[in-house]
């Protein structure tokens, strides 16, 4: 697993996820789990792993179960090969897409 798909940074973004769906910011979650802001921060950024007891208390005072953390499927990045792949079968199907990605990229690339 690359460094962008690796499991301490994606349970930092999913328990961002999870913080802002809760309209919490920083500050109240780490206050509400007992936690300085810094480590909170740490956390999400993928910079620390917190260990079992803090990933309960993150859990719960998000309102969610301990394994809701860990579903974060959704967040990792593609590889690139399989992007491509992917890309190359919807392109052959749809000719007006691919001449709209040409024109973006094109347009992109004059930036």
Do not use: W
Request: overall charge positive.
């Amino acid at each position: 697993m690359d460094n962008k798909n690796s499991v301490k940074l994606l349970l930092g973004r999913r328990i961002r996820e999870f913080r802002k769906h809760n309209k919490y910011t920083q500050e109240q979650l780490a206050e509400r789990i007992g936690i300085e802001v810094p480590s909170l921060s740490n956390i999400e950024n993928g910079k620390n792993y917190p260990n079992a007891e803090t990933i309960e208390k993150i859990a719960k005072g998000l309102n969610i179960q301990v394994f809701e953390l860990y579903i974060f499927q959704h967040l990792k990045e593609p590889d690139a090969n399989k992007m491509m792949e992917e890309l190359n079968i919807v392109l052959k199907k749809d000719t007006k897409l691919l001449r709209t990605i040409y024109q973006i990229t094109n347009n992109l690339k004059k930036l």
